[in-house]
T-cell receptor, first 115, second 114 residues
């Protein structure tokens, strides 16, 4: 699976949009981009994923560049409860072998939402 | 509500003791996973199971064992052979064998040594 690069930390004011970048310059054509977040002492929470088109759900939007080498997770109206570590992951669809379905989390971005 | 339930939330192990962490899901997912997370670190895969009565070693399986006798259950045993068991253990599941399906996680079990 391709590696990702994220800034170690970001701040955001409550009510404003939080834009979290992720670089995945070595992504392959069959790799999806996933975003998860983890609040301290809880399990990771799935947010959104996409292949090449922009995606939106009730939690967030995912913007993937045309060359697919980077993406941005957008939380449109950040709240204090969005303070968490956000992980960007790229993972191949299908296949098998020793990496069957596993998620590889990097260091992520610590997002702190301020009042 | 559907989800993944891990128990207990906190667990303490004595030297030489085996302990078992429970993971139950009511999402009707085929595949289940066990990860270990150390402070400030990402996840490392311990074991995974694609279907009932089948499971495979992940990247750090030594000192651990699992079983998959029922679709909804995937317990993890931390044996005395695991010399550094203190960590946060996470169970996850996903529908089918399609990797564009997200994994859903339980809230974890924090294991410590007495």
């Amino acid at each position: 699976d391709a590696k990702t690069t994220q800034p170690p930390s970001m701040d955001c004011a409550e009510g404003r949009a939080a834009n979290l970048p992720c670089n995945h310059s070595t992504i392959s054509g069959n790799e999806y981009v996933y975003w998860y977040r983890q609040i301290h002492s809880q399990g990771p929470q799935y947010i959104i994923h996409g292949l090449k088109n922009n995606e939106t759900n009730e939690m967030a939007s995912l913007i993937i560049t045309e060359d697919r080498k980077s993406s941005t997770l957008i939380l449109p109206h950040a709240t204090l409860r969005d303070t968490a570590v956000y992980y960007c992951i790229v993972r191949v669809a299908g296949g098998g072998g020793t990496s069957y379905g596993k998620l590889t989390f990097g260091q992520g971005t610590i997002l702190t939402v301020h009042p | 509500d559907g989800g993944i339930t891990q128990s207990p939330k906190y667990l303490f192990r004595k030297e030489g003791q085996n302990v078992t962490l429970s993971c139950e899901q009511n999402l009707n997912h085929d595949a289940m996973y066990w990860y270990r997370q150390d402070p400030g670190q990402g996840l490392r895969l311990i074991y995974y199971s694609q279907i009932v009565n089948d499971f495979q070693k992940g990247d750090i399986a030594e000192g651990y064992s699992v079983s998959r006798e029922k679709k909804e259950s995937f317990p993890l045993t931390v044996t005395s052979a695991q010399k550094n068991p203190t960590a946060f253990y996470l169970c996850a599941s996903t529908a089918g064998h399609y990797f564009n399906q997200p994994q859903h996680f339980g809230d974890g079990t924090r294991l410590s040594i007495l």
